[in-house]
């Protein structure tokens, strides 16, 4: 645990302190890491808000099997008990910028992602808006937007929020009609939403992670739509 020390913060909190929590099947991306070191660096040495010296501190948890919902609640009990402001939720296979984090405390929200494309051509974007539609990042997006859902592939969300919903929080759900499974992600927007706190995306960080996969998905990689098409069929 690392941490300064003196003074006021952000939307009444008494002190600034971030549970980074990752859950992991055991193999990290090595863009992760460097990423994540970077960005402690910077959020402990950068003043936000303008605060030279405002109090604050980080602890990182990482919880590594198969069972991500579990993972997800046991990070934020201890984050709880430790007695931190935000969650800071990255995956494993997140690549950032060293200012992510200090640009989202700067919003001063409640819950706070970045949009980014998922590893599945043709790299929709997770974030989907109030009317279920699909949330888009761009050059020129700017600012924040708020949404239904997104992933937790880069979340900050306030200990406040955690605390006003009980476990379980991630468990995924089952739709028998279409046989399909929700992510962990899901079921949980839906019951911030029921307890009253918006969720915006975060779109100038949105321009700063990228996922992860075979190649960098970045907010500005296109797929082909005809790579999501069985190897049969393209033929």
């Given at each position: 645990?690392?941490?300064?020390?003196?003074?006021?913060?952000?939307?009444?909190?008494?002190?600034?302190?971030?549970?980074?929590?990752?859950?992991?099947?055991?193999?990290?991306?090595?863009?992760?890491?460097?990423?994540?070191?970077?960005?402690?660096?910077?959020?402990?040495?950068?003043?936000?808000?303008?605060?030279?010296?405002?109090?604050?501190?980080?602890?990182?948890?990482?919880?590594?099997?198969?069972?991500?919902?579990?993972?997800?609640?046991?990070?934020?009990?201890?984050?709880?008990?430790?007695?931190?402001?935000?969650?800071?939720?990255?995956?494993?296979?997140?690549?950032?910028?060293?200012?992510?984090?200090?640009?989202?405390?700067?919003?001063?929200?409640?819950?706070?992602?970045?949009?980014?494309?998922?590893?599945?051509?043709?790299?929709?974007?997770?974030?989907?808006?109030?009317?279920?539609?699909?949330?888009?990042?761009?050059?020129?997006?700017?600012?924040?937007?708020?949404?239904?859902?997104?992933?937790?592939?880069?979340?900050?969300?306030?200990?406040?929020?955690?605390?006003?919903?009980?476990?379980?929080?991630?468990?995924?759900?089952?739709?028998?009609?279409?046989?399909?499974?929700?992510?962990?992600?899901?079921?949980?927007?839906?019951?911030?939403?029921?307890?009253?706190?918006?969720?915006?995306?975060?779109?100038?960080?949105?321009?700063?992670?990228?996922?992860?996969?075979?190649?960098?998905?970045?907010?500005d990689q296109v797929l082909d739509p005809k790579w999501?098409?069985?190897?049969?069929?393209?033929?």
């Amino acid at each position: 645990e690392s941490g300064n020390k003196v003074g006021p913060t952000t939307r009444g909190i008494e002190m600034i302190k971030v549970a980074v929590c990752t859950p992991t099947a055991g193999i990290v991306h090595a863009s992760y890491t460097m990423s994540l070191v970077r960005m402690v660096l910077h959020y402990l040495q950068t003043p936000i808000l303008g605060l030279e010296n405002e109090e604050r501190g980080i602890i990182t948890q990482m919880q590594v099997g198969a069972n991500i919902s579990s993972n997800r609640d046991n990070m934020v009990e201890q984050a709880i008990k430790q007695e931190c402001s935000h969650v800071l939720f990255i995956d494993d296979d997140m690549g950032f910028e060293p200012n992510c984090l200090s640009l989202m405390l700067a919003r001063q929200m409640p819950v706070l992602l970045a949009n980014y494309r998922r590893k599945i051509p043709p790299g929709l974007f997770t974030a989907v808006t109030k009317d279920r539609k699909e949330l888009l990042t761009t050059v020129d997006s700017t600012s924040l937007e708020e949404c239904w859902y997104g992933g937790f592939g880069f979340c900050l969300i306030e200990i406040a929020v955690l605390k006003a919903i009980s476990k379980p929080r991630f468990l995924m759900e089952y739709y028998p009609d279409s046989n399909t499974y929700t992510t962990e992600d899901f079921p949980f927007f839906n019951k911030v939403h029921a307890e009253g706190f918006p969720v915006y995306v975060d779109q100038e960080v949105s321009k700063r992670v990228c996922h992860n996969g075979t190649f960098i998905y970045s907010f500005d990689q296109v797929l082909d739509p005809k790579w999501s098409k069985p190897y049969q069929e393209r033929k």
